[in-house]
Structure formats: C-alpha cells, structure tokens
C-alpha cells in the first residue's frame, strides 16, 4: 500500500513557468514532510520541508504548502529553470530520525 | 552540511560474486543508516534499518542472508550483494541521520550491474 501518493508523475513547464507536485498521505501520525530533489545517477538532495504546525514554508524560489486537513501537500517552483529539471520526491514520516515513506516521483522538464 | 559518501559509484561484475558497498558519513556521526533501492524511473525502496552496534531491521521480503548489512562505527555501514544475480542489478542508494531529530542525507548511490 502506497503510504505517500505523488501527483503528476511527469511535468513539463516552460522557463519562467509554476512547477507544481502534489502529495497526499493517509497516516495522520506523519509530522515530518520534506521534499529531496534527484538528479540522474545521485542519490537525492534535500531540498525543504516542512511539518505540520505551519501552513506554507519558503526557501528561495521553493515553497510547500501543507494543508493538514486534506492530509496533502504540494511543492511550488517558482520560476522554473532548466536546472531545475530533475525527479522530485515528497516523502513523510513520524519524526524525521526514522523511516521515510516517498511517494512514486516526478519527472520536471523545464524547456528553456 | 552533512555529507554522505558512498563507494563504488559503479560495479559491474560476474554472476555469482559478492559485492560489498561502502556508505560513510564524512561530518558526522551516523546513529542510523537506511539502505535503499531504486529501479529506473522508480521510488525509493527502504531495504533495511542499520543502527550501530547493532543488527539490522531489514523490511519485508527483503532476504538478509542475500543483503548483508553491518554499521560497525559511527561513520560507516556497509552492504554486502552476497553470491550476487542480474536481478539484483539496480541502483543502491545509503542515508544517514546524525540524531533522531535530524533529515535523512543520502550518498550518491552506487549501480550494480550483474553479468
């Protein structure tokens, strides 16, 4: 059973463009959700996260919107760049020392 | 930042041997080490949990006699491919975590390829 469900799983946005990743989860015990980034052949990169005692976390052109009662959240790029395009993968846990629950990716194309 | 090395990035060897992967942590100490796996165009597949001193938990249908896991210090924990098969062929990805409040960091990966 998919703890973490990913939407889309492939994207593709012109240079400049609004990227957007949807998440939802089920377990309401989940209090860690962050965002990593990967590029072909790496391993992935935290790129932000957020828990659940705030609404919106920004860092740069990233941010997360965390809506608890629908139990989802969503990556925003902001003004996507080609090196941007890469997979991104939403993941949750139950504090963040233990196991991570990723949801299936998404492929980000930015055409310049 | 923490930083997460893994070694080989590659291997590509024979039907039947073992291959031994390298995941060390190089500006922190490791309380716990996850191994995971990744199929092309994949998610992420947690293997194992590695705490040092101790023996792995490994997940569901995942054969611990095949994938053999030690943390034998703070900075390193290893996994062995033992008697290795094409189907074992995939990407091998390490993370660590220096406490039981901070993210998981993860190494760059290592592919295996089994001829």
């Known amino acids: 059973q998919q703890q973490v469900k990913q939407s889309p799983q492939s994207l593709i946005v012109q240079k400049g463009g609004i990227s957007i990743i949807n998440c939802a989860y089920e377990n309401t015990a989940f209090d860690y959700f962050p965002w990593y980034q990967q590029f072909p052949g790496k391993g992935p990169a935290l790129l932000i996260a957020?828990?659940?005692?705030?609404s919106e976390k920004k860092e740069g052109r990233f941010t997360i919107s965390f809506n608890k009662s629908a139990k989802q959240f969503s990556l925003h790029i902001m003004d996507s760049q080609p090196g941007d395009s890469a997979t991104y993968f939403c993941?949750?846990?139950?504090?963040?020392?233990?196991?991570?629950?990723f949801g299936t990716g998404t492929s980000l194309t930015v055409i310049p | 930042g923490a930083v997460v090395s893994q070694h080989p990035s590659r291997v590509i060897c024979k039907s039947g041997t073992s291959v031994k992967i390298e995941c060390r942590s190089l500006d922190f100490q490791a309380t716990t080490m996850f191994w995971y796996r990744q199929f092309p165009k994949q998610s992420l597949m947690l293997m194992a949990t590695?705490?040092?001193?101790?023996?792995?938990?490994?997940e569901q249908g995942v054969e611990k006699d095949k994938f053999l896991i030690n943390h034998a210090s703070l900075t390193l924990s290893t996994l062995t491919v033992t008697s290795a098969h094409p189907e074992d062929s995939s990407f091998y990805i390490c993370s660590a975590i220096s406490g039981g409040n901070q993210p998981q960091h993860f190494g760059d990966g290592t592919r295996l390829s089994i001829l």
């Open positions: 993941a949750a846990s139950k504090g963040t020392g233990n196991q991570f629950y």
């Open positions: 957020i828990r659940p005692d705030v």
């Open positions: 590695s705490n040092e001193g101790s023996k792995a938990t490994y």
